[in-house]
């Protein structure tokens, strides 16, 4: 069985950076596309970004030009690279293994739905 482990999160200020990262453990061979989202206080979870296991990525408008996301197919792990941070951005950041979805006019699918148990990224002076 897969599982998600997520790190890296904290406190910084605003304009700094950090890197979260998101290690799948167990059996990993058939994951296809993986993510990054966010649940600010009193709002809907929303996507990040997404990564497919050739590289090919997606962002939300709201991040683009800020993060980055990346992964590391021989230790199954993804990561977000988080620059220009705003407060706007203090959120719990969850890494997903999605069933099915699509970008860039691809559909992505995966053997399951996978959520990790999200980290705190606050952004504040």
């Known amino acids: 069985q897969v599982q998600l482990v997520e790190s890296g999160g904290g406190l910084v200020q605003p304009g700094g950076s950090l890197r979260l990262s998101c290690a799948a453990s167990?059996?990993?061979?058939?994951?296809?596309?993986m993510g990054w989202y966010r649940q600010a206080p009193g709002k809907q979870r929303e996507l990040v970004a997404l990564i497919s296991n050739r590289g090919s990525t997606n962002y939300a408008d709201s991040v683009k030009g800020r993060f980055t996301i990346s992964r590391d197919n021989a230790k199954n792990t993804v990561y977000l690279q988080m620059g220009s941070l705003h407060p706007e951005d203090t959120a719990v950041y969850y890494c997903?293994?999605?069933?099915?979805?699509?970008?860039?006019?691809?559909?992505?699918?995966?053997?399951?739905?996978?959520w990790g148990q999200g980290t705190q990224v606050t952004v504040s002076s």
């Open positions: 997903r293994i999605p069933r099915s979805i699509s970008y860039r006019g691809i559909t992505y699918s995966n053997p399951y739905d996978l």
């Open positions: 167990g059996s990993t061979f058939s994951i296809n596309v």
